[in-house]
């Protein structure tokens, strides 16, 4: 079971980034998959979730119609498309998965520790 998170790099503000997730060894169909991101000092924090229980998709606030998340179970792939960059976004980002099945509190998708699947995670550096 592998996720490899590809995409990041160097962009100004106001950029438009897509980060990818690509599954190998199972399959994301039944899965949510999230991405969460690290800046340099900081915890990791939820960035969004796509296919929580319910087949709900939820974007922490500072991201709300900026980010879209996305996933393709036939090709075993997740998508984060990242408008109107900003500085702030600077982190490295990581997709993760956890299958649907074993949710047992919807309200917990903000929780980096119900995620058994990880990626390597992607640096995303927005300058101003």
């Known amino acids: 079971v592998q996720l490899q998170a590809s995409g990041g790099g160097l962009v100004q503000a106001g950029d438009s980034l897509r980060l990818s997730c690509a599954a190998s060894?199972?399959?994301?169909?039944?899965?949510?998959v999230a991405w969460f991101r690290q800046a340099p000092g900081k915890e990791r924090e939820f960035v969004a979730v796509?296919?929580?229980?319910?087949?709900?998709?939820y974007y922490t606030d500072s991201v709300k119609e900026r980010f879209t998340i996305s996933k393709d179970n036939a090709r075993n792939m997740a998508y984060l498309v990242m408008d109107r960059l900003k500085p702030e976004d600077t982190a490295i980002y990581y997709c993760?998965?956890?299958?649907?099945?074993?949710?047992?509190?919807?309200?917990?998708?903000?929780?980096?520790?119900?995620?058994?699947?990880w990626g390597q995670g992607t640096l995303v550096t927005v300058s101003s």
């Open positions: 993760a998965a956890k299958p649907i099945a074993t949710i047992t509190n919807r309200n917990m998708y903000r929780s980096a520790s119900h995620y058994p699947y």
């Open positions: 796509t296919g929580w229980s319910g087949g709900t998709t």
């Open positions: 060894g199972f399959t994301f169909s039944g899965r949510a």
